[in-house]
Each structure stands twice: as structure tokens, then as C-alpha cells.
């Protein structure tokens, strides 16, 4: 793709976005915030709303018109949701309300019911309490033990030293796709070749991955992969947990209810069918078909050629910000996406986010959810400027022009 | 000057950046009587308060210590200041009118002479997310004059 090329699809991309076209304290909003939760697209706020207003009513059982389309459209969306990362089989897509109700459910479902006092679950030093506190739980609930695989400076995993970790007593491995607060790619392929070899599950914690990164579930080989929609340009309130099939299959339910039965008298209850079994409840019908909404965005774009313009912002980020006097980047991966943790000189980042939002600039502050990261490098926290192809070149001239003012009140 | 620089000057005022940078009566304090933490769980600011009271019932010397953000640093650093010297009733009346005039926006809530310089915190009123850095400080001074060893936290 040509330069010119490249910023004319931007462009067009944010246009797409309402909520970019705004002030915020009399500047225009720079939106660096994504990686907490990214804007919708009017197409994702249309569907939404559309649903809202002529199709609402509840899925799987009625036998009028309104609740036959809205099953269509709510089912619609997981047919799409399959698509998009490439499961075999919709019965392996199970909707939950985010990232975190999907770890919780296999740490509790699949890990609890087996594991035994001196198992292992692995994970990275770099997850956030997403990917750990389901698993402390699990732990404590069963005596296994909870292990961390190290990190370098850079914010890496240290990968040799991870598969050194993997012995016979390790029941799970955990870890991220894309590193939250750091923005680093893991080396998943290579943990998941070593961990199928010995027979060990993987779930791949993809909530800062799907949003960037091509994913094909089949290709990785993974048996869990889950993410949040709302992450990924969709609504809040909807998540996924992909599992293979014969894994969900071997699993209890996480919650009774509704939806998830085939058939209950006070005596026993069947279970319904994969995915359902792991449904109980009325969804959220309206978020899931906003994410259905969200997927068909983004393969119009072609996640490869997002993956693309936002590597080339990325770098540009990093560079622009390597030139501020007084900077020191936290986590410098050689492989990372979309995202650059940062101090400036000794600014408290709290402040630096309240002075930057004075200048129309979103930035994430603080330990963004994965405070043993924040302790590795004996820092509270840090400012996070994390980027989405609604970006562009002038946002990022924006930060830092915004951080040369922040040198000045703080001077 | 913009309006949005108005207000970065109101909330960051100098005397809130001189104490935020040379924070007075930092560091624990030996032969305290009365301590407690202080901590904002969704940033991460922790702060350790450290009182002596004497038999008359004053705090004859007060400390701080931790991380956080010039705002909270701050408002620790004027709270040594303030309270150093007052009875522990004084000090608790302090606390309940400075905690007031942060969180209720409302300037009718007089501060009495010694505080006057506690007027510096004000500019927090208008950033709601900022608040709690402020409070911080006075909460863990209650927290410790009550004698009470959970930590103060600002949720």
C-alpha cells in the first residue's frame, strides 16, 4: 500500500467513528485510549440500536416473529464471531460477558473439577489480574500451585526460561496474546508447539490481540482463546471464549439456568448442547449482535491491512516519543503492538493523564490492570498511549506536543 | 491564556508543586504513637501517616511517607504542616472540614485561619478522578487518630 494510500483509508476509518468528532476542553479529542476500550463504529451503534428498536425479544423461545429475529441476528453474530478467528465449529464459540467471565469459566469448570493439590497452572509475569486471579482462586481452591514464567527489561517473555517451567505437575498454561500495559506480542506458537507436545492446554488470553492481530484458532492450535468485544470496536458486556470442542464437551456447566437445560424436573436436569450448556440466562442479545456488527467492520478493512497501518503508527509513536527530553519507555519488545507505556522526567502519571485530558489527549494511567508488571520495574504506574487505525500521524504529533506542556507546569 | 491552561494553573498551583516537590515532614517518624496507611486501590498511591501525641493530648510531630501524585503528595505534605501542634480534636475538626470543602464543591465550608493555606487544594473540585488523591491524606489522619489498624482507602 502506498503512503498516499494509507492516509486516505484512515481517513475514511476514523469518519467512521462519532465519537472521535468531538472537543474535550476546547481541543479536538485525541482518542489514545484503546486498549482500555476502543470507540464503536456507527455501523456497531446502528445495529445496536436498530435491534433496539424494531427486533428486541428474548432468543431460543419464542415462536413469534420478533423473537425468531432476533435468535437469527444474536446466532447471526456467533456464525461471525467463528469466522473471524477461524474455529471449526460454532458449537465451540461460547458468548460470555468479557474476557475476564471466560477465564473464569475455564479456570472453574475445566481446571477445578481435575486438579489436585500440587498441580501447576503456568502463566507470564506479564498478564493482567484477569489472567491471574481466576487462577489464584482456582489454586486456592484446589491446592494446586500458581507458577510465573519471568520476563527481561525489554517487557519479553523469557521464553526459555517459561518451557524450562513445564514439568508433568503443569495442568494449564495461561497467557497473553498481547501484553496489556506493555503492548508485548508473546511468543504464543512457540508455547503452545512445546505445551501440545506434552499434552498440556493452552488458553490464550486474546483480549489485546484480536483488536490488531490476524487470528486463526485452528492454525495456532490453541484450546482456549478468549477476548472481550468491546476491545475490538464492539459493545461492552460481550466476550468469547473459544474452546475446542472436545474439551468443552468433557466440562460441567459454570452456571445453571435458563437456556442451558434441555430439560429440568426436581429430580434431574439435562443439559442443553454446546455452546448453550455454558449460556445460562438471557444473553446480551443487543451487544452480541453489535459485536456481530463490529466483525463485518473489520473484515471489510482486512485485519491484515489494519495490522499493517498500525505497525507503521506504532513506530512512528515510538520514535516521536524517544525524542522527548526526560522519557523512558517501559517495554521496548522487539514484537509489539499498538501500544507505548511510558514516565515522563519524575511527573506522577496520574498527573500527566489530567494534564494531557486538559489538552483533548486520552491516555490510560496508573498499573492498567497488571500491577506485578507495574512491581518488576519498581514503578506505581505508568501513562499508556495505546493506538487503533482510527489513529493517525497528527495524534501522535498531538501527545507529544501535549507532554512538551506537561514539562512546562512541571518544569 | 486559554481557558484549559486557566485551569491546569488552578488545579497545579504553586504552592501544591513546591509541596508536592519538597514534601516537608517526609519520613517515618521515630517514637510515633499513632499510624496509619492511606491507599487509593484503583491508582496505586500508598501513604503512611505517623503521629505523636503527647499526654496532653497534641499531636506534638507528624510524618508522612510514600508515592503518589503531586496532588496527594501535597495535600500530605500541608497536612503535616496544618496539623503539627494542634489538640487531636482540633485535628479531627480539621480533617472533617478540609474532607468537606474537597468532596462537597462547597466553599461554605470555612477553613479556620491555620488552614488557610489548605485553600491551595481547591482546583481539585473540578476533576472529579482527582478528588481522591486529595482526600487521601485526611482519611488516613482519621484513621490513625481512631486508632483504627485497617488501612484508609479512598473506595
Known amino acids: 500500500m502506498s503512503a498516499s494510500a494509507?492516509?486516505?483509508?484512515?481517513?475514511?476509518?476514523?469518519?467512521?467513528?462519532?465519537?472521535?468528532?468531538?472537543?474535550?476542553?476546547?481541543?479536538?479529542?485525541?482518542?489514545?485510549?484503546?486498549?482500555?476500550?476502543?470507540?464503536?463504529?456507527?455501523?456497531?451503534?446502528?445495529?445496536?440500536?436498530?435491534?433496539?428498536?424494531?427486533?428486541?425479544?428474548?432468543?431460543?423461545?419464542?415462536?413469534?416473529?420478533?423473537?425468531?429475529?432476533?435468535?437469527?441476528?444474536?446466532?447471526?453474530?456467533?456464525?461471525?464471531?467463528?469466522?473471524?478467528?477461524?474455529?471449526?465449529?460454532?458449537?465451540?464459540?461460547?458468548?460470555?460477558?468479557?474476557?475476564?467471565?471466560?477465564?473464569?469459566?475455564?479456570?472453574?469448570?475445566?481446571?477445578?473439577?481435575?486438579?489436585?493439590?500440587?498441580?501447576?497452572?503456568?502463566?507470564?509475569?506479564?498478564?493482567?489480574?484477569?489472567?491471574?486471579?481466576?487462577?489464584?482462586?482456582?489454586?486456592?481452591?484446589?491446592?494446586?500451585?500458581?507458577?510465573?514464567?519471568?520476563?527481561?527489561?525489554?517487557?519479553?517473555?523469557?521464553?526459555?526460561?517459561?518451557?524450562?517451567?513445564?514439568?508433568?505437575?503443569?495442568?494449564?498454561?495461561?497467557?497473553?496474546?498481547?501484553?496489556?500495559?506493555?503492548?508485548?506480542?508473546?511468543?504464543?506458537?512457540?508455547?503452545?508447539?512445546?505445551?501440545?507436545?506434552?499434552?498440556?492446554?493452552?488458553?490464550?488470553?486474546?483480549?489485546?490481540?484480536?483488536?490488531?492481530?490476524?487470528?486463526?484458532?485452528?492454525?495456532?492450535?490453541?484450546?482456549?482463546?478468549?477476548?472481550?468485544?468491546?476491545?475490538?470496536?464492539?459493545?461492552?458486556?460481550?466476550?468469547?471464549l473459544y474452546g475446542r470442542e472436545e474439551l468443552l464437551e468433557s466440562m460441567p456447566p459454570w452456571q445453571g439456568g435458563g437456556d442451558m437445560i434441555l430439560e429440568v424436573s426436581f429430580d434431574k436436569t439435562i443439559y442443553n448442547e454446546l455452546p448453550y450448556k455454558f449460556e445460562a440466562g438471557t444473553p446480551n442479545i443487543s451487544g452480541v449482535i453489535g459485536l456481530g456488527a463490529a466483525i463485518d467492520y473489520l473484515q471489510s478493512i482486512g485485519m491484515a491491512n489494519i495490522a499493517c497501518y498500525e505497525q507503521d503508527l506504532h513506530d512512528y509513536m515510538v520514535a516521536e516519543l524517544k525524542k522527548v527530553d526526560g522519557i523512558r519507555l517501559i517495554g521496548e519488545a522487539r514484537h509489539k503492538a499498538s501500544v507505548q507505556s511510558f514516565l515522563l522526567d519524575d511527573i506522577h502519571s496520574h498527573d500527566l493523564g489530567t494534564i494531557l485530558d486538559h489538552q483533548g489527549v486520552a491516555i490510560r494511567t496508573g498499573h492498567h490492570c497488571a500491577m506485578p508488571v507495574m512491581q518488576y520495574f519498581g514503578i506505581p504506574g505508568t501513562s499508556r498511549a495505546s493506538l487503533a487505525f482510527y489513529n493517525n500521524h497528527d495524534d501522535v504529533d498531538r501527545l507529544i506536543a501535549a507532554l512538551g506542556k506537561a514539562k512546562e507546569i512541571f518544569g | 491564556m486559554s481557558e484549559a491552561a486557566r485551569d491546569m494553573q488552578d488545579l497545579y498551583r504553586e504552592l501544591v508543586l513546591d509541596h508536592s516537590r519538597n514534601p516537608r515532614h517526609f519520613g517515618p517518624l521515630e517514637n510515633a504513637t499513632h499510624t496509619a496507611d492511606g491507599i487509593n486501590p484503583l491508582c496505586g498511591d500508598k501513604l503512611k501517616l505517623y503521629l505523636r501525641v503527647n499526654a496532653a493530648g497534641e499531636i506534638e510531630s507528624s510524618s508522612f511517607e510514600g508515592t503518589g501524585c503531586a496532588i496527594s503528595v501535597a495535600s500530605a505534605s500541608l497536612l503535616t504542616d496544618a496539623v503539627t501542634g494542634l489538640p487531636v480534636e482540633q485535628a479531627q475538626a480539621c480533617s472533617a472540614a478540609v474532607t468537606d470543602r474537597l468532596t462537597t464543591g462547597d466553599q461554605a465550608t470555612e477553613l479556620a485561619a491555620n488552614l488557610k493555606k489548605l485553600r491551595a487544594l481547591d482546583g481539585v473540585r473540578h476533576y472529579p478522578s482527582r478528588v481522591k488523591c486529595a482526600t487521601l491524606a485526611w482519611q488516613a489522619l482519621r484513621s490513625a487518630l481512631n486508632q483504627d489498624n485497617t488501612p484508609a482507602t479512598t473506595e
Open chain 1, 6 to 240: 494509507k492516509a486516505v483509508s484512515a481517513a475514511d476509518w476514523r469518519a467512521d467513528f462519532p465519537a472521535l468528532h468531538q472537543s474535550v476542553h476546547g481541543q479536538p479529542l485525541v482518542y489514545l485510549d484503546s486498549a482500555a476500550s476502543a470507540q464503536q463504529p456507527a455501523v456497531v451503534i446502528d445495529a445496536v440500536s436498530r435491534y433496539q428498536r424494531e427486533d428486541h425479544a428474548n432468543v431460543h423461545r419464542g415462536v413469534h416473529t420478533l423473537s425468531h429475529r432476533a435468535t437469527e441476528a444474536y446466532e447471526g453474530a456467533r456464525d461471525k464471531i467463528r469466522d473471524f478467528i477461524n474455529a471449526g465449529s460454532r458449537t465451540e464459540i461460547v458468548l460470555t460477558s468479557g474476557t475476564t467471565e471466560a477465564i473464569n469459566l475455564v479456570a472453574q469448570s475445566f481446571c477445578r473439577p481435575r486438579l489436585h493439590s500440587g498441580d501447576k497452572i503456568l502463566i507470564t509475569h506479564l498478564e493482567h489480574h484477569a489472567n491471574i486471579v481466576p487462577w489464584q482462586l482456582v489454586c486456592e481452591q484446589t491446592g494446586a500451585e500458581l507458577v510465573v514464567a519471568p520476563i527481561n527489561d525489554k517487557g519479553e517473555v523469557e521464553l526459555s526460561a517459561l518451557l524450562d517451567l513445564i514439568d508433568d505437575r503443569v495442568f494449564l498454561i495461561g497467557i497473553a496474546h498481547v501484553a496489556n500495559a506493555l503492548g508485548t506480542v508473546c511468543p504464543i506458537e512457540k508455547v503452545i508447539e512445546h505445551a501440545r507436545q506434552r499434552g498440556i492446554p493452552v488458553l490464550v488470553d486474546g483480549a489485546q490481540g484480536v483488536p490488531h492481530l490476524d487470528v486463526d484458532v485452528q492454525a495456532l492450535g490453541c484450546d482456549f482463546y478468549v477476548f472481550s468485544g468491546h476491545k475490538m470496536f464492539g459493545p461492552t458486556g460481550t466476550g468469547v
